[in-house]
């Protein structure tokens, strides 16, 4: 079965072999395919929803594919999961905040994973600061577009990769903020614009607002770092 760039891209970071968790998998098509193709041992496929599974279920039987490898699972986040009952974990559709709950609620679940593949929908910047305040480093980045919209697909595997990551490195990427080929700095050309959106809404309400100040303040930092430390586009 053909899958959409995104989760190609997902797929892409999969180790072959082992225990995938598909966590707010919707119809499960990523755990479907990587199935399918015998990528993994045993894949199990999660969401909060009943109908969506009730259909993967449907889809997954009529493509033959064994009950035994591939388990459906409706309930709330990784709370499915019994600790070390999977190598890899993908959280992919849903929002940073949301990721960075569902990571919190059952952390026995995550300290025994192997890898987090974790594309949010928005506020990627809050994996990274749980990835940094967690003990799990940033091993890759890629940045997707789909459907007109822009997706980061970020890479964590448990341990320390040194000092904390910076501001400018939470906010935009370790590896992203490089913008090694073009597309990424594409991506963070739209990035910075954003942001600068953002910038002139807050100036109008700034005074009123100490917090308002404080996230400007915030911005413009990241911006000026981002320049002196990755010598903005010019390096």
């Keep these: 079965m053909s899958l959409s760039e995104r989760l190609e891209a997902i797929a892409a970071y999969v180790p072959k072999g082992g225990t995938l968790a598909d966590i707010a998998c919707d119809h499960a098509l990523l755990a479907r395919s990587l199935?399918?193709?015998?990528?993994?041992?045993?894949a199990i496929a999660a969401d909060l929803r009943a109908e969506?599974?009730?259909?993967?279920?449907?889809?997954?039987?009529?493509?033959?594919?064994?009950?035994?490898?591939?388990?459906?699972?409706?309930?709330n986040g990784l709370?499915?999961?019994?600790?070390?009952?999977c190598d890899v974990i993908v959280i992919s559709g849903v929002g940073g905040k949301l990721i960075q709950k569902m990571l919190d609620q059952v952390p026995q679940v995550v300290d025994q994973a192997k890898r987090l593949i974790l594309s949010p929908q928005r506020?990627?910047?809050m994996v990274r600061r749980w990835a940094s305040e967690h003990q799990f480093r940033i091993v890759d980045e890629r940045v997707i577009m789909e459907n007109g919209y822009f997706y980061e697909v970020i890479v964590l595997e448990p341990g320390s990769a040194g000092p904390p990551l910076s501001d400018v490195a939470i906010h935009l990427g370790p590896v992203l903020a490089a913008g090694e080929d073009l597309f990424t700095r594409q991506y963070l050309a739209?990035?910075?614009e954003a942001d600068q959106r953002a910038l002139a809404h807050m100036r109008k309400v700034a005074a009123e607002n100490p917090a308002v100040q404080?996230?400007?303040?915030?911005?413009?930092?990241?911006?000026q770092s981002w320049e002196e430390e990755y010598d903005g586009f010019n390096g």
């Design 79 to 85: 709370e499915i999961l019994a600790p070390g009952e």
């Design 190 to 192: 739209w990035r910075k």
């Design 123 to 125: 506020s990627p910047w």
């Design 35 to 42: 199935t399918a193709r015998g990528h993994v041992s045993k």
């Design 52 to 75: 969506p599974l009730r259909r993967a279920k449907v889809a997954a039987q009529s493509e033959g594919l064994s009950s035994e490898r591939l388990i459906f699972r409706q309930g």
């Design 214 to 223: 404080a996230k400007i303040d915030y911005l413009l930092c990241i911006w």
